[in-house]
T-cell receptor
C-alpha cells in the first residue's frame, strides 16, 4: 500500500545553521511533492513544492530536492532563524481511485527547534 | 478575501449524537478534503472530493460521511460519534490534488 515516511521526527539546530528533512514515498506515480509548515496552534501552510520534472527548487533560504528514482525528496532550510521553529510535513500526492492522482498522504511531521 | 471557513471551531458532544462540521471555500476550487490531526500521527486524510458529486475515501474514512452537492461546500458528517473521533479536524481546498492545499482554521472536536 501507499507509504510515506518522514525523518527525523524532531530536529534541533543552532540558529544560523542548516536543517534538512527527508521524505520517502512508495508510489512511483506521484508527481507533486509539497512541504507544509505548521506553527503552534495554526493551520498548515505551503512553504515550497516541486513537480516531478524538476530536480531542485529554491526560494530564498528554503529549497526542495527530488530524487524520483529513489523516491524521496528533501526540505533544506539554510541560515535558520527563530521563526523557522515549527512542525514541517511532506505531503506527496498519490494515485487515487480515479485516473488522476488525487490522494494526499502527509508524513508524520518533523518538529524543528531553533536554538538561540 | 480568499479563504476556507469551518464551523463550528470547537465542539463538545456525547457518544452517538449525530453532528455535521461545515466547510466552505470561496476560491472556486474543485478539490476539497478533510483531515484529522492527532498527536504523533500527523494529518490523515479522511475523504476527498475532486468535484461536485465525486468523492473518494482517504486513509481513515471509517465512521465519517461526506457529500459534495455544491462546489463551494464539503460538509463532514459523523452519524454516531465515538470517543476515538476526538481530534482536531481540518478542511482544505485546492485547484486539484496536485496543487497547493489551503486549509481552514480547524475544528476541535471532543466526544465524551
Amino acid at each position: 500500500g501507499e507509504n510515506v515516511e518522514q525523518h527525523p521526527s524532531t530536529l534541533s539546530v543552532q540558529e544560523g545553521d542548516s536543517a534538512v528533512i527527508k521524505c520517502t514515498y512508495s508510489d512511483s506515480a506521484s508527481n507533486y511533492f509539497p512541504w507544509y509548515k505548521q506553527e503552534l496552534g495554526k493551520r498548515p501552510q505551503l512553504i515550497i513544492d516541486i513537480r516531478s520534472n524538476v530536480g531542485e527548487k529554491k526560494d530564498q533560504r528554503i529549497a526542495v530536492t527530488l530524487n524520483k528514482t529513489a523516491k524521496h525528496f528533501s526540505l533544506h532550510i539554510t541560515e535558520t532563524q527563530p521563526e523557522d521553529s515549527a512542525v514541517y510535513f511532506c505531503a506527496p500526492t498519490l494515485q487515487g481511485r480515479y485516473s488522476s492522482a488525487s490522494k494526499i498522504i502527509f508524513g508524520s511531521g518533523t518538529r524543528l527547534s531553533i536554538r538561540p | 478575501e480568499a479563504q476556507v471557513t469551518q464551523n463550528p471551531r470547537y465542539l463538545i458532544t456525547v457518544t452517538g449524537k449525530k453532528l455535521t462540521v461545515t466547510c466552505s471555500q470561496n476560491m472556486n476550487h474543485e478539490y476539497m478534503s478533510w483531515y484529522r490531526q492527532d498527536p504523533g500521527l500527523g494529518l490523515r486524510q479522511i475523504y476527498y472530493s475532486m468535484n461536485v458529486e465525486v468523492t473518494d475515501k482517504g486513509d481513515v474514512p471509517e465512521g465519517y460521511k461526506v457529500s459534495r452537492k455544491e462546489k463551494r461546500n464539503f460538509p463532514l458528517i459523523l452519524e454516531s460519534p465515538s470517543p476515538n473521533q476526538t481530534s482536531l479536524y481540518f478542511c482544505a481546498s485546492g485547484l486539484g490534488g496536485e496543487y497547493e492545499q489551503y486549509f481552514g482554521p480547524g475544528t476541535r472536536l471532543t466526544v465524551t
